[in-house]
């Protein structure tokens, strides 16, 4: 007979009781547990109000945050209640114990002092411009930014930033406030950082995506697609037609789509690349190129480009083809074709299309591979079969 036969369910309670006590202990061990500012933890959501919100710190005392540290670029409440967050402690005041999401910005703290052992982003306003950097004001105290981490981009104007308001990390920090240096360009590169985290979850190789134009090089342009989150448009990208300048087809604060090509890590640093031309706004000339531009065609064309091997020569918008060297060299024309420079007309034979690769290899008109001998040739092997029949009518024992 079974112990649970004697004693019926007293032994499943007995173990059940001892689970609970160990659970109460470890509750008591909690709740005997002191937070101190900078202390990071684990909470539960408990609720969520319009100015402020309330998570459980597993002491007997819950912590305060601000609901905006919950919300989104949006401004909208990004979680809900029973959500579990990572949180550290900014303020010890009273009875009171005051938290904040973890990397969320503009966190109030007691002191710079813990700003600075935490990393939080703090909040200062450049005052003036000075030698080798600017004058920041925060929290009442001064401090220097080098003008190298005031921003991501080379600064040229620094009058720019004066009377503004920025976050800021402490890079450095004297006790006594006498020496305290920060740095923007650090808090721009976690929230950059965040920011293509969020992006590259978001969308995938594709995918059409508004943006704006915000600086053109010769290789491109560079588009905003979020707060944060710039891409390329290589210039080959940017039309079908072959451009030697971004600004052929774009200016700088144009609103446009683009489509992603892909994302990729380069160096440490997200390499996102774009297509404007692929985005939908003008049609692929080579969907209908064979149709177009039948092998064997004859036509006008323009020299796009000169090269030692050859010529390049544009047939219509986005359709260039190259005519090499080779093709024209013993041709009786060949001076005409070695005298020809950019922009200059001349006529071209289509002599084969690579549709995979976009390429079209041309040829000079008329003298192709002369192949019409085939056309005389007969079932015979020798090949000499008119020949045969006429040498047999000869008699060629006839004597005189």
Known sequence: MSKKDIFGDDVQETKDFASFEQMFAQ???????????????????????????????????????????????????????????????????????????????????????????????????????????????????????????????????????????????????????????????????????ENEGAFMQKYEAGALIEGRIVRLERFGAFVELEAGVEGLVHVSELAWSRIHDPKEVVSVGQNITVKLLKTEEVDGKLKISLSLKQAGGESNPWSTITERFPVGTVVKGTVEKKETYGLFVNLAPGITGLLPKSKYRDSVDANQFENKKRGDEIMVQVDQIMLEDKKISLGVPGEGEDNSWRQHQTGSSSGFGSLGDALKGLNLNKKN
């Not at 703290?109 to 003036?128: C, I, K, N, Q, Y």
């Not at 080379?154 to 009058?159: E, K, L, Y």
Request: glycine share 8%; proline share 2%; net charge negative.
């Open 27 to 193: 509750s008591e061990k909690n709740m005997d547990r002191k937070l101190r500012v900078g202390d990071t933890f684990r909470g539960e959501i408990l609720s969520i109000g319009k100015e402020e919100s309330f998570v459980s710190t597993g002491t007997p005392a819950d912590g305060m945050m601000f609901t905006r540290d919950l919300m989104d670029e949006n401004k909208q409440v990004m979680h809900s209640v029973g959500d579990v967050i990572d949180c550290v402690v900014t303020a010890l005041k009273g009875g009171e114990l005051r938290v904040a999401k973890k990397g969320a910005k503009g966190v109030e703290t007691d002191s710079l002092e813990d700003a600075f052992d935490m990393e939080l982003p703090v909040e200062g306003r450049v005052t003036e411009v000075v030698n080798g950097g600017f004058r920041v004001s925060i929290q009442g105290k001064t401090a220097f930014c080098p003008i190298s981490q005031i921003d991501l981009k080379f600064v040229t104007d620094t009058a720019e930033y004066v009377n503004k308001k920025f976050e800021f990390l402490i890079t450095q920090f004297d006790s006594k406030g006498r020496n305290i240096v920060v740095s923007r360009r650090k808090a721009l590169e976690i929230q950059k950082a």
